[in-house]
């Protein structure tokens, strides 16, 4: 006769294994779960702020569009062999191109009358480099308003004291309209020029004699002059070719007919890309040896 208690404790040893195995399956989701939670979830990447008191670049176009431009091409970077070579001994050397096949011309502005402030933000803006001849009874009312530009990384060089005919002063008053004006620039700005921007474009030997008595190596010419709109071209078929120097200065509305700096060299831009050029830095190109 079977034990109907063997039944029994058959029965409830099956019951007991099945709750056990339900336990274990209970104590092994529980540790899951709590692995889960304790596992820090995939962590998106994030995007830095911008500091306080720090703006994020705008687009580089909207900031050329912002002078009534589109985006320029960037200058080639500049040639490790310089092309224009000038020596310091000898008459300072005059030339109003540079030697390159680079398609890419240079812009100077002349005299420094006109100081507006604009000017200075849109240089800002557009990093175009330029080269500054600045006369000292120009500047001397503001020396403050060049530093900004300078800042960026444009030269200032050699235009005389006072703006006179230069081949009119011999060698001695030459030498003093000349070595005057690098004197106050050099104290004013911490650099010695090394080039001559001679006014209304005149000189003679002893023009070439006083500057490097002065330490210029070079009087810087030009094949084009800005007016308002458009250049003033030595070439009869308005072209412009690699290399060549362009001649601007800071003016203002009286000599502008109206318009101000902003918008004769915005112009002025618009002219060079329209030709296929870009703007480079004079300097790069020119080696003093």
Sequence with gaps: MR?????????????????????????????????????????????AAPAVGQQQAPDASAVWRKWGLEPMAPAPAPPVDKPLKLS????AKVFQNVPTKDKVVFVTLD??????????????DLKVPVTMFLTKDDVQDDYGYFKPLQALGNRIQDHTITHPVLPGLGLEGQRQ??????DALVQQYGTVPTLLRPPFGRWN?????????????GIVMWVASMQIHDFQYDDPNKELHPGDILLAHFRGREQLKGETMTQMFAHLLKQIEKRGFSVGRLEDYISVQ
């Design 177 to 182: 309209e000349i070595c005057g004006d690098r």
């Design 111 to 124: 005299d420094g009358q006109e100081k507006d402030p604009k000017f200075v933000e849109m240089m800002n």
């Design 3 to 47: 034990c109907k208690f063997c039944d029994m404790g058959d029965y409830w040893g099956r019951s007991v294994r099945v709750v056990a195995g339900a336990g274990v399956l209970a104590l092994l989701l529980a540790g899951c779960q709590k692995s889960a939670a304790e596992k820090p979830a995939k962590e998106k990447p994030q995007v």
């Design 205 to 217: 030997s002893l023009t070439q004699e006083a500057a490097r008595e002065c330490g210029i190596s």
């Design 88 to 91: 310091k001994k000898g008459p």
